[in-house]
C-alpha cells in the first residue's frame, strides 16, 4: 500500500468505490478541509507519543481482511496526502488552468 501511494511513484490508479466521491463539483471549502483533516492526523499522532505505532493493529476501511500497524497508516496518510498535492499542482499547471 506504501509504494501504491509513494507521491514519487508515476503509476496512476483508481481509487477504491468506497472513496470515489458522491460528485464531481468542488467546494469552496475543499482546502480548509483537506488542511483540518491532516491537522486532526496530526493532533493524532501527538496525542499517540509513547504508543508502539508498530504494535497497533488496524482495519483497512477498504477491507476488513487487510491489516495494517499505525506506523505504516500514519505513513499512508502522508504519502497519499503529498500525491494528492503533486496531482492538484499538475492540475494548476496545466495550459489555460484559470489563474
Known sequence: IIRAVDPAGQRTM???KIFAPAHS???DDVVDRFVASHQAI???LVHSDGLDHNRIRLS???A???RINAA???TILVYHAERHLNQAQRVRD???FPT
Open 14 to 16: 483508481s481509487s477504491p
Open 25 to 27: 463539483e468542488i467546494s
Open 42 to 44: 496530526a493532533e493524532l
Open 60 to 62: 483497512s476501511p477498504v
Open 64 to 66: 476488513a481482511i487487510i
Open 72 to 74: 505504516d497508516a500514519f
Open 94 to 96: 496545466t495550459k489555460g
